[in-house]
């Protein structure tokens, strides 16, 4: 309505401009053209576009209209200002996030979050917070989230279950945010760490105890590999023995004599030991 008044105004002052230089038919004229140009300016200020990927705000005199500008051509007061806003995946990042773990150690990380506001909450959210969501609402909700998980683990646990210790803080964040409409899809922590010292120390402690782990099943593997030797032997001596008996069960030194001929090839031995294992005697010839 005011930009009406105002283009009217306008064709009134560019028609009295008219009657001091022409005369009445010029007069009309000016008037038409002066309404002319409102017409086409207000028609020109009824639509406004939202692009792909965005939801518009319509604000009136700083009323802001509760009814969210979907994707698309929409017809609007040509009076009102459209923000557009980004609804589709963002990404915020909280540097030098600080905490205390339940060993009283100090950790510190950078946090990197992906979000998305809930484009039917959009009119609202930019009320209550307007386009700053990631430092009025989102930057204070994953500090206080890293806090509250971290301080219910152990300095050298945030190591170990590192994954687990992300999961807990993205659902605490999820639960948080909620209330405001925005949706937390994945979380990162980034250069996550302690002191210099007492990283090192840590790492130390993690390298002796996969060490002992490996001492323990390098043992169970040899152990095993014993084991399977010693039943290996036993074996083999059982087998003797039961040869042996079958030996012994059938005849003795016969037996073995019967084995013999039956593997003998039929030559003669070349040389003869004498009867006082002293004498060897050719017999080749």
Same mark, same amino acid.
């Given at each position: 309505?005011? %930009?009406?008044?105002?283009?009217?105004?306008?064709?009134?002052?560019?028609?009295?401009?008219?009657?001091?230089?022409?005369?009445?038919? =010029?007069?009309?004229?000016?008037?038409?053209?002066?309404?002319?140009?409102?017409?086409?300016?207000?028609? #020109? +200020?009824?639509?406004?576009?939202?692009?792909?990927?965005?939801?518009?705000?319509?604000?009136?005199?700083?009323?802001?209209? $509760?009814? $969210?500008?979907?994707?698309?051509?929409?017809?609007?007061? $040509?009076?009102?200002?459209? *923000?557009?806003?980004?609804?589709?995946?963002?990404?915020?990042?909280?540097?030098? *996030?600080?905490?205390?773990?339940?060993?009283? =150690? =100090?950790?510190?990380?950078?946090? /990197?979050?992906?979000?998305? %506001?809930?484009?039917?909450?959009? @009119?609202?959210?930019?009320?209550?917070?307007?386009?700053?969501?990631?430092?009025?609402?989102?930057?204070?909700?994953?500090?206080?989230?890293?806090? +509250?998980?971290?301080?219910?683990?152990?300095?050298? !646990? %945030?190591?170990?279950?590192?994954?687990? /210790?992300? &999961?807990?803080?993205?659902?605490?964040?999820?639960?948080?945010?909620? @209330?405001?409409?925005?949706?937390?899809?994945?979380?990162?922590?980034?250069?996550?760490?302690?002191?210099?010292?007492?990283?090192?120390?840590? !790492?130390?402690?993690?390298?002796?105890? =996969?060490?002992?782990?490996?001492?323990?099943?390098?043992?169970?593997?040899?152990?095993?590999?014993?084991?399977?030797?010693?039943?290996?032997?036993? #074996? !083999?001596?059982?087998?003797?023995?039961? &040869?042996?008996?079958?030996?012994? +069960?059938?005849?003795?030194?016969?037996?073995? &004599?019967?084995?013999?001929?039956?593997?003998?090839?039929?030559?003669?031995?070349?040389?003869?030991?004498?009867?006082?294992?002293?004498? %060897?005697?050719?017999?080749?010839?």
């Amino acid at each position: 309505m005011f %930009l009406i008044i105002v283009g009217f105004v306008i064709g009134l002052i560019i028609a009295g401009a008219i009657v001091f230089v022409s005369d009445f038919k =010029q007069i009309g004229a000016g008037i038409a053209a002066g309404l002319i140009t409102v017409l086409l300016f207000v028609m #020109g +200020s009824s639509f406004t576009v939202i692009s792909a990927g965005h939801t518009g705000v319509q604000i009136t005199f700083g009323e802001v209209n $509760p009814l $969210p500008l979907t994707e698309g051509v929409h017809m609007v007061n $040509p009076i009102s200002n459209i *923000a557009d806003v980004d609804v589709r995946l963002q990404k915020a990042k909280l540097d030098g *996030a600080s905490a205390g773990t339940k060993d009283l =150690q =100090q950790v510190h990380t950078d946090i /990197v979050v992906n979000y998305r %506001l809930d484009p039917l909450k959009v @009119p609202h959210i930019y009320k209550e917070f307007g386009l700053n969501v990631d430092e009025k609402v989102l930057g204070p909700g994953i500090n206080e989230a890293f806090k +509250s998980v971290t301080g219910h683990y152990t300095s050298e !646990e %945030l190591v170990t279950k590192r994954d687990l /210790v992300s &999961q807990e803080i993205l659902q605490h964040l999820i639960t948080k945010m909620a @209330p405001f409409n925005i949706t937390v899809s994945n979380i990162s922590l980034v250069n996550f760490g302690f002191s210099p010292d007492y990283q090192k120390a840590i !790492e130390q402690k993690v390298i002796a105890v =996969q060490q002992t782990a490996k001492a323990e099943q390098d043992l169970r593997r040899i152990e095993v590999e014993a084991k399977s030797r010693i039943a290996q032997a036993e #074996g !083999e001596a059982k087998a003797i023995a039961i &040869q042996a008996q079958a030996i012994q +069960s059938n005849g003795g030194a016969n037996y073995v &004599q019967l084995q013999w001929i039956e593997k003998w090839d039929g030559k003669l031995p070349a040389t003869v030991v004498g009867a006082d294992s002293k004498t %060897l005697m050719n017999i080749s010839k």
